[in-house]
């Protein structure tokens, strides 16, 4: 097959839709004599801050000379960002040859994420991959990539999202992210509620599992000339984050803390490494800004949580106005997304991501004029920024956020790019 014929088989296996369950990726990687067993997986579960916290790991151990696999969804372009080799995503022919391999062994009803987890796990054995930063695709304990044993788990905050799979209280959803926790390995805890932290602690003590905490075992704070971290062991100041937001102070924290922890077994870093690693770390349409003008300013917040965490960045963000152009998931809560940003934009636009369950810019313009606002119903993304470019003044910032499906949409057409509009 061709890459697009492969592409496109791949994609047809949404058909299956989301089936939680190990039988499957455990019956295809015993097939392919369990490539995930020859890699030192980290798990990164959570709702908000997953990609960003994983993206700062994942650079901290390539600074520290360590060859790192990194796996992350949903792609924001194009199929092969999802599987990286120290940072270098996945070529065409080897994603044609590792779709091959794993179709072949895979039983039949395999999902589409099941499969690519297989495909990950077959490179990075392969390519002679050490530590691999697994993002976990939906919850944890179900979830492909908790297949493999595993060294080091880290769960990002909680928040209410997949209720319809993992369950309609934070309860509920924690226990599903406390799946990832091994017996035996540590655990790094970014800010939880209390009900998830509750069950954080419990679970862990079950297993065996030294926890740390942010906010009791380590911490960082923004000082004036940087973010400075205090930890198990090191402190550190004057760090300067390669991904922007002051909200990232959190997510850094908790990738530094794993670093301290994987050093302490193993997988030498240095507080050097930390430095270097958050500089150069990079997380496309995570308050990604092209320069303009005008100012076009990516933001994947695609949930209350993250939309309040945007908000609160905009704060600090100079412009004349801002044109908020979004886009939402039909199974999303649109009114908590669109609450904390609606009353900073001056001009809003309604646009409808390219996947089968997004919710039509009509509805999306109906749900801004409820929280009493006006929207313009562009219709597609495609045309809601040739609106929002028409109608911008160049010391205005146009803001694109609502879902990932949106903002990988608009960095392809910002970059001139061919993009891939399903995800899985």
């Known amino acids: 097959m061709t890459y697009q014929e492969t592409l496109s088989h791949i994609y047809g296996l949404v058909r299956f839709g989301m089936k939680p369950g190990l039988e499957r990726i455990r019956a295809t990687l015993d097939a392919l004599s369990n490539p995930q067993d020859a890699v030192q997986t980290i798990h990164v579960a959570g709702t908000n801050g997953k990609g960003s916290t994983a993206a700062f790991l994942a650079s901290i151990l390539m600074s520290g000379g360590h060859k790192v696999g990194l796996f992350t969804s949903p792609h924001l372009i194009a199929f092969p960002e999802r599987i990286r080799c120290?940072?270098?995503?996945?070529?065409?022919n080897d994603v044609v040859a590792l779709a091959g391999r794993v179709l072949s062994v895979a039983p039949e009803g395999t999902t589409f994420f099941e499969i690519v987890t297989a495909m990950a796990y077959l490179h990075f054995a392969e390519q002679g991959v050490g530590p691999a930063v697994m993002e976990v695709g939906m919850g944890g304990r179900l979830d492909a990539t908790n297949i493999a044993s595993g060294i080091l788990s880290i769960i990002t905050p909680i928040a209410l999202d997949h209720a319809q799979h993992l369950g309609d209280t934070i309860s509920m959803i924690a226990r599903e992210k406390a799946g990832v926790i091994k017996a035996g390995c540590p655990v790094v805890l970014s800010p939880q509620p209390n009900e998830a932290l509750e069950i954080f602690r419990r679970l862990s003590a079950e297993r065996g599992s030294p926890l740390y905490q942010q906010g009791r075992d380590f911490r960082a704070a923004w000082k004036s000339d940087g973010l400075a971290y205090s930890g198990v062991e090191w402190e550190l100041h004057a760090l300067r984050p390669g991904i922007p937001g002051r909200f990232q102070a959190m997510n850094l924290a908790t990738a530094i803390c794993a670093a301290e922890l994987l050093d302490q077994r193993g997988i030498s870093l240095t507080p050097d490494c930390v430095r270097t690693g958050t500089e150069q770390a990079f997380w496309p349409g995570r308050m990604e800004t092209f320069a303009g003008p005008p100012r076009v300013l990516l933001?994947?917040?695609?949930?209350?949580?993250?939309?309040?965490?945007?908000?609160?960045?905009?704060t600090e963000i100079p412009r004349r106005s801002l044109i908020l152009l979004a886009g939402i998931v039909g199974d999303k809560d649109a009114n908590g997304i669109l609450e904390p940003l609606l009353p900073f934009a001056d001009t809003i636009i309604a646009v409808c991501p390219s996947v089968p369950r997004g919710l039509t810019s009509r509805e999306l313009a109906g749900h801004c004029r409820a929280l009493g606002h006006q929207a313009i119903d562009a219709g597609s993304v495609a045309n809601g920024l040739e609106t929002a470019f028409t109608a911008a003044h160049p010391e205005d910032l146009i803001l694109v956020c609502g879902s990932l499906f949106v903002v990988g949409e608009a960095r392809a057409r910002l970059l001139s790019q061919t993009f891939e509009p399903f995800r899985g």
């Open 299 to 314: 933001d994947g917040a695609h949930n209350p949580a993250g939309a309040k965490a945007l908000a609160e960045a905009l």
């Open 86 to 92: 120290n940072g270098t995503e996945i070529s065409e």
